[in-house]
């Protein structure tokens, strides 16, 4: 009875020893001073020389769910002008991407998204083969409404905005609006029918 007691509080320990090594570890890495309060265990990379800013309630990472102990959080507001806010009671489960350049990512208000979920405002590169390896390329702002529920394994690219209370279905690549009130899903993400 005792070593079993024992044995719970020794794996309670190197638990909580390890989530709190990995967290600082990436604290540490990070080079982005956000703005506002990130309370998440789970371990968040910020990188990049524009805005990142959280409100109350952030919440990163997932205990109960795949790659929490193996992957981190990854968010980058990559140019001066890039910038990415987060709204109040937001939840973005584990190995998620958030890439700001040239252009916004927001997240509004009460949004809730599954695991490897990917956010970018551009191409990286530009389209045209004879300029790929320049600078000259084209950024979009992305914007995610209030009450938004996102699957896993779910893509948004440049320029998508995601009205309030919709649902994306798992594994969508989102390139274009959705309506608010709907729900979308696919590869490219079309709307499956309303919520109202």
Do not use: C, W
């Not at 090594?21 to 371990?43: D, E």
């Amino acid at each position: 009875m005792i070593i079993d007691a024992l044995k719970r509080i020794t794996r309670k320990l190197l638990y909580l020893l390890i989530i709190t090594v990995r967290y600082y570890k990436y604290r540490i890495l990070s080079t982005n001073k956000f703005t506002g309060t990130l309370k998440s265990k789970y371990p968040v990379l910020l990188r990049g020389k524009g805005k990142i800013k959280f409100d109350k309630d952030v919440n990163f990472g997932l205990i109960a769910s795949p790659f929490f102990f193996n992957s981190y959080g990854y968010a980058e507001a990559r140019s001066l002008d890039s910038e990415i806010i987060i709204g109040n009671n937001v939840s973005l489960n584990n190995n998620f991407s958030l890439i700001a350049e040239k252009g916004k990512i927001i997240i509004s208000n009460n949004v809730l998204a599954g695991f490897n979920l990917n956010i970018v405002t551009s191409d990286f590169h530009n389209l045209d083969s004879q300029k790929r390896l320049s600078d000259d390329y084209i950024g979009k702002d992305v914007f995610i409404g209030q009450n938004v529920f996102i699957g896993n394994n779910v893509t948004i690219l440049k320029g998508v905005n995601i009205g309030e209370n919709s649902v994306i279905g798992n594994n969508s690549l989102v390139t274009k609006n959705i309506p608010p009130n709907s729900i979308a899903g696919g590869n490219p993400a079309k709307v499956i029918r309303n919520l109202q």
